[in-house]
């Protein structure tokens, strides 16, 4: 039997495969995003503290390399108006947007003729997502990489897609092969987002050393990062949050175990320089516990095809049971 796995939000985003990957606020992922796309999933950018002129230089190097639909993320950590306004001239196929439910932004993507797809870490943010308009939802477990909350995918994924209802959900959140988009297509969800996977691919723009660690790491070491406040930016609004999740490194241990000892000043200043310049890894390499997952780094399109495959695979042999 032969499984299709072209599921209604394929239609409503205009690609062929339920397969997005995760945007990765500053660091450059152009040429990543591009080979998802050519391998029928959706493409993402990032916006955070990048300058209006080098998004406008990513977002063209993006449509020089291919025609297919893509979406631009913003965030609330911090929120960049001029970004945003940029990004609604530009006219992608979406808008993602995480770390807080802003219905205004929500009515002026619309405006523009944009889809919205907002993520979601518990059922208090779905519900005010549906109610402001969202198009999809991403339900993000506590598992992810980068900022995320603290319900486990597998409890998450249903309870939004319960609340859902005609509105299409993804998981995400521990998923890095296709085992993952089987078991979120059996619990209701449409398709996935994948972040871990996709930084350790040939494409991504991160060091070497931070996808070396993914594929070294169990997952055990990709954890929570306790008081990141003191060296992250400030949520523009006051209904932000999130706690990111990185693999262990001694600033992030320095934060657990002794925060006091952290010049905010001057450890903020000098993670924000580090990921412009693409760096950034030695201090808080966001990293999901998917990392157990993942034994090798491949090519973008090979990982898309692969988890495809391993879907189709994985169906099967649970039909087989019946």
């Known amino acids: 039997m032969r499984y299709m796995l072209r599921t209604p939000v394929c239609e409503l985003l205009g690609i062929s495969v339920p397969v997005v990957c995760a945007p990765f606020g500053p660091w450059d992922q152009v040429q990543l995003a591009a080979e998802v796309c050519e391998a029928g ?82 059922v208090r943010q779905a519900t005010s997502a549906l109610e402001s308009g969202a198009d999809v939802l991403v339900a993000q477990g506590g598992e992810a990489g980068g900022h995320s909350g603290d319900v486990a995918t597998m409890v998450l994924v249903p309870q939004v897609v319960d609340l859902a209802g005609q509105t299409p959900v993804l998981a995400a959140g521990g ?53 990141s406040d003191r060296v992250m930016p400030p949520f523009s609004r006051p209904d932000g949050f999130g706690v990111p999740r990185s693999l262990r490194t001694p600033l992030v241990d320095m934060l657990r175990d002794n925060p006091e000892l952290v010049d905010s000043a001057e450890a903020s200043s000098r993670l924000l ?16 516990q998917s990392a157990g997952l993942i034994h090798d780094v491949l090519p973008a399109r090979e990982i898309v095809t692969r988890m495809l495959r391993e879907a189709e695979d994985a169906l099967r042999r649970v039909d087989s049971f019946r």
Not at 78 to 99: M, Y
Not at 206 to 225: L, M, N
């Open 175 to 227: 998923i890095a092969d296709g085992r993952g988009l089987a078991a979120a297509l059996t619990l209701g969800a449409q398709g996935v987002v994948m972040g871990t996977r996709f930084l350790a691919s040939h494409e991504m723009n991160v060091s070497h050393s931070w996808k070396q660690r993914i594929i070294e790491s169990d997952g055990t070491d990709a954890v929570k990062v306790v008081n």
């Open 273 to 288: 320089n580090a990921v412009i310049e693409g760096r950034g890894d030695e201090d808080m390499p966001f990293t999901g």
């Open 41 to 122: 999933g959706m493409g993402s950018l990032g916006t955070a503290v990048r300058s209006l002129p080098q998004l406008r230089e990513q977002w063209n190097s993006l449509r020089g390399l291919t025609a297919r639909p893509f979406a631009v993320n913003h965030t609330m950590r911090p929120f960049d108006e001029e970004a945003f306004a940029a990004t609604l001239e530009e006219r992608p196929a979406a808008v993602s947007f995480h770390l807080a439910v802003p219905a205004d932004l929500i009515a002026r993507a619309h405006d523009a003729g944009i889809l919205w797809i907002q993520q979601v870490s518990d």
